[in-house]
């Protein structure tokens, strides 16, 4: 055996020792083996956030929701016949929807449209009777309808179920001016100032009555 033989015999020694400490060691590439993170945050294919690949899309919001908003910004917007309309096509999705009711209520009302308004508010009543600022309403409706024994009852049960509330006395007062009861109208403008002094109104008509 020369020496290029004897070369030969050693480097094939040299690369089957290699093969075979390679084989039996497994430190290999599998194939079929799931990429394991190292950081929670750690990039798996081109996804760098998950929370932001995989969120909920934004709830949609409801018809009768979308239609109270619109009657929501008309009435900011002093537009009551604009108003009026979202709300009537809000009662055709949902009729007996009380918050959308007291705002048909309160347009009616603006809009002069007192029969109306009394009807709806009416209607409120038979679910709840103990809601202070609808008796106070029919209050006032009834005081432009005409029919001050109503008028009356309905400002007495508003101060009633919240005593504490200025424009209560204020606008029980306004029924008892307009009926020409000025003493017990001056009373309820004094109670109303004293509850709540930035009723300038209020302090206007005490100096009239005095």
Do not use: C, W
């Not at 934004?58 to 009768?64: D, E, I, K, T, V």
């Amino acid at each position: 055996m020369n020496t290029f033989q004897f070369f030969l015999l050693l480097l094939s020694f040299i690369i089957f020792y290699r093969f075979f400490k390679q084989l039996f060691s497994q430190n290999y590439p599998k194939r079929g083996v799931d990429f394991e993170a190292k950081r929670e945050d750690e990039q798996i294919s081109n996804f760098t956030n998950m929370n932001m690949s995989f969120q909920k899309p934004p709830q949609r919001l409801s018809r009768l929701d979308e239609l109270n908003i619109m009657a929501d910004e008309s009435i900011e917007k002093g537009d009551f016949d604009e108003a009026k309309k979202a709300l009537d096509s809000a009662m055709i999705v949902a009729k007996d929807d009380n918050e959308t009711l007291n705002k048909l209520g309160f347009v009616l009302m603006k809009l002069k449209n007192f029969q109306e308004a009394r009807d709806i508010f009416e209607q409120i009543l038979v679910q709840n009777n103990q809601d202070d600022m609808i008796h106070s309403n029919l209050a006032t409706i009834y005081r432009e309808l005409s029919n001050s024994d109503k008028a009356i009852k309905h400002h007495k049960l508003a101060i009633e179920l919240d005593n504490s509330y200025a424009p209560h006395y204020f606008n029980y007062a306004n029924t008892l001016y307009k009926l020409g009861e000025n003493t017990q109208a001056l009373d309820m403008y004094k109670k109303a100032y004293e509850l709540d002094n930035d009723i300038k109104e209020a302090k206007e008509m005490i100096e009239k009555l005095k």
